[in-house]
C-alpha cells in the first residue's frame, strides 16, 4: 500500500513539473517574440515613438546594398500606407508638397524630406527566392510605398512582416512577389508617420 501512495505521489509531483515547465516555456516564447517585434531599444518603446524620433532614424545610412537610389529633387510625386492604414499622397506643385487629398492642408516641408529619406535610399541585406511571398506578409493587400519620378515612372515598394528575432522587414519591388528583399527594418518606420505629423503647426 505504501508503494502504491508512494508512486501515486510521484507521479502527481511529475505531472506538476511538466504543467510548470510548459508554463515557463510559454513564458520564455511570448516574451522573446515581443521582444524581438520591438524595433527600438529597451529605453523606447513602441509607444514612445515620436515623429521626432523617426526623423532621427531617417538620417542614419541604412545596412546592406543599395536597391533603389533617387535624388529627393527627382520625386515628383510618392504615396505610402500610415500608421492608421491610409494611403497618403503627396505631389510636388511649384516647388512645395500638396497633400492631394486635401490641398488646404499646410505640409510640413521639413517634416516631408525625412519621410522622404526613407524612400530615397533603399537597401537590403539578404534576397530570398523561390518562396511563397505570403509566407513573409507580402500580398497585393499589404502596406505599399510609390515613388514618382519626373518621367511619371513609378517604383513600388510592399512591405511585408517584420522578424520576430532580428527587427528585419521584408518587402518587394514593383509586385514581384517572386523575389523577396530583407531591409534592416528601417524602411517600415515612414509607416509609423501620420498624416497629423506632416501638417505644419502655425
Do not use: C
Amino acid at each position: 500500500m505504501k508503494n502504491i501512495i508512494n508512486s501515486k505521489n510521484i507521479k502527481i509531483v511529475l505531472l506538476i513539473l511538466v504543467v510548470v515547465l510548459l508554463a515557463l516555456l510559454f513564458i520564455f516564447t511570448f516574451n522573446k517574440k515581443h521582444i524581438g517585434n520591438k524595433k527600438w531599444s529597451s529605453s523606447k518603446s513602441i509607444e514612445a515613438v515620436t515623429p521626432e524620433d523617426l526623423d532621427e532614424e531617417s538620417v542614419i545610412e541604412d545596412e546592406g546594398e543599395i536597391i533603389f537610389l533617387i535624388p529627393q529633387e527627382e520625386i515628383y510625386s510618392f504615396y505610402f500606407t500610415d500608421n492608421n492604414g491610409i494611403l497618403l499622397k503627396f505631389e510636388r506643385k511649384d516647388d512645395q508638397w500638396v497633400y492631394t487629398d486635401d490641398e488646404s492642408l499646410d505640409i510640413n516641408e521639413d517634416r516631408i524630406d525625412k519621410v522622404l529619406n526613407y524612400f530615397t535610399d533603399i537597401r537590403f541585406t539578404d534576397v530570398i527566392a523561390g518562396e511563397n511571398a505570403e509566407d513573409y506578409g507580402i500580398t497585393k493587400d499589404s502596406p505599399q510605398y510609390y515613388v514618382y519620378d519626373a518621367a511619371g515612372y513609378a517604383t513600388i515598394i510592399s512591405i511585408g512582416d517584420t522578424d520576430a528575432d532580428t527587427g528585419s522587414v521584408y518587402f518587394a519591388l514593383n509586385n514581384d512577389f517572386s523575389v523577396i528583399y530583407v531591409n534592416s527594418g528601417k524602411l517600415k518606420n515612414v509607416s509609423q508617420y501620420g498624416i497629423e505629423d506632416l501638417i505644419a503647426l502655425n
